[in-house]
């Protein structure tokens, strides 16, 4: 495997379901991040992690729940989740440095809440 | 708040033509802006970026022109190809954490 691989690339769950969504970065990167992307609007920016510590949480609801076991894996634990939820996720990776941080994104996990 | 407006949504271009989208930001803390491209069920992908200490950068087909005082940036694709269909999103970063901001994307389709 190369770059930034996710799982499932599809899921399908009911508002009740747990799920989690998995991604795997194969670049040395130090940084991941999670965005979610809606039809027609800016990728949001979910939650970053730099070196394994959560660096950022914007405003995202707590049905969502992220984590960082280690610099290459990143995990979204998904509960309770509304049809609003609905979207694809991307996972991305970065080294970060003082300068420029390029992302390497995944291809996505296409999610759907019934 | 939109921190970064980005048009026009769509745009189709004839083949050897000229695809321009145009972006704007409102903050002037932003040191870097990268635009990315997307193919169907594909991650968005750096495709060229530049930073505000200059005018102009040009990486074979693609061209970013950049003004700072109006805060705003373009990309330009110049003899576009039908492999170009894809959605481009401009984005500007900031901050120690570097995060992205990323503009709302437009669809171009290049037309045979």
């Known amino acids: 495997e190369t770059g930034v691989t996710q799982t499932p690339r599809h899921l399908v769950m009911g508002m009740t379901n747990k799920k989690s969504l998995k991604c795997e970065q194969h670049l040395g990167h130090n940084a991941m991040y999670w965005y979610k992307q809606s039809a027609k609007k800016p990728l949001e920016l979910m939650f970053v992690?730099?070196?394994?510590?959560?660096?950022e949480n914007n405003s995202v609801p707590s049905r969502f729940s992220p984590e960082c076991p280690n610099s290459s894996h990143l995990f979204l634990h998904l509960h309770t989740l509304q049809p609003e939820d609905s979207a694809l996720y991307l996972c991305?990776?970065?080294?970060?440095?003082?300068?420029?941080?390029?992302?390497?994104f995944g291809p996505g996990t296409r999610l759907t809440v019934l | 708040q939109q921190q970064v407006k980005q048009s026009p949504q769509s745009l189709i271009v004839q083949k050897g033509g000229i695809s321009i989208i145009n972006c704007a930001y409102e903050?002037?803390?932003?040191?870097?802006f990268p635009w990315y491209q997307q193919f169907p069920g594909k991650g968005p992908a750096l495709l060229i970026a530049?930073?505000?200490?200059?005018s102009e950068k040009k990486e074979g087909r693609f061209t970013i022109s950049f003004n700072k005082s109006a805060k705003q940036f373009s990309l330009h694709i110049m003899d576009s190809q039908p492999g170009d269909s894809a959605t481009y999103f401009c984005a500007a970063q900031r901050g120690s954490a570097r995060q992205l901001t990323f503009g709302s994307g437009t669809q171009l389709t290049v037309l045979p």
């Open positions: 530049i930073r505000p200490d200059v």
């Open positions: 991305a990776s970065s080294q970060v440095l003082a300068g420029d941080n390029e992302q390497f």
């Open positions: 903050n002037t803390a932003f040191d870097y």
């Open positions: 992690y730099n070196f394994k510590e959560q660096t």
